[in-house]
């Protein structure tokens, strides 16, 4: 009898990596997102989410990236970023919501600490889940990965979006825990909590031991 669990070691031909939104849009105080609120304002909102991305969830990202490429596993990459310049292609959602990060601009660009290879794959999203606008799933499937580690930024949102759809299509899916994150610990908190019937979880340094990097 074949026994079902989520809780399963990678396998380095059949994984891949996931960052998600990790840009100078949400991840950089100049970038759009932050960039008209005041210096007060911005701290009071989003100091302790910058603080823990540079102390903390930045440095495992590239941790993660560098033993993944060690291995020679999937690193991909998917960042906010409509199809045309005035966002017109973007969801509904994001059109309330005010975001539009132009095609081709400075926001939609992964961080330079964590910038991709010329080889490794970019997917500009314009929906929370990377699975509902972009063709990931069919790039994916012709990849050959069928266990998916995700990592990124916000976990609340744009990651759990990711998770959940990834799960329902079938892909077994592991979360880094200290590799995402949001705008408050409370915030952080609850949603592992929340979503951990969807996945594998697991510290950045449990991970890199499991692929031997």
């Not at 903390?56 to 033993?67: C, E, I, R, S, Y």
């Not at 059109?95 to 910038?115: C, H, M, Q, R, Y």
């Not at 266990?147 to 990711?162: K, R, W």
């Not at 409370?186 to 697991?202: D, F, M």
Request: charge should be negative; charged fraction near 25%.
């Amino acid at each position: 009898m074949t026994i079902l669990s989520r809780n399963i070691p990678l396998e380095p031909a059949q994984s891949g990596l996931l960052f998600i939104d990790v840009q100078n849009f949400a991840a950089k105080r100049n970038g759009g997102e932050f960039k008209d609120m005041s210096d007060d304002e911005f701290e009071k909102e989003h100091g302790w989410f910058f603080e823990q991305m540079e102390s903390h969830v930045v440095p495992n990202m590239q941790k993660l990236q560098a033993g993944f490429r060690a291995k020679n596993i999937e690193v991909l990459y998917t960042t906010i970023e409509s199809l045309t310049l005035d966002g017109r292609d973007r969801s509904l959602d994001y059109k309330i919501t005010g975001f539009n990060v132009p095609k081709g601009s400075w926001d939609g660009k992964v961080i330079d600490e964590l910038a991709p290879t010329d080889d490794e794959i970019v997917f500009p999203k314009s929906s929370s889940s990377v699975f509902v606008s972009t063709h990931i799933d069919y790039v994916l499937r012709n990849l050959g990965v069928k266990q998916l580690v995700i990592s990124g930024i916000i976990t609340d949102q744009c990651v759990e979006s990711a998770i959940r759809d990834a799960c329902d299509l079938g892909y077994l899916v592991t979360q880094v825990t200290d590799a995402c994150a949001t705008y408050t610990p409370e915030r952080h908190a609850n949603s592992l909590n929340t979503i951990k019937g969807y996945c594998r979880q697991v510290t950045t340094d449990d991970l890199l031991k499991e692929i031997g990097a």
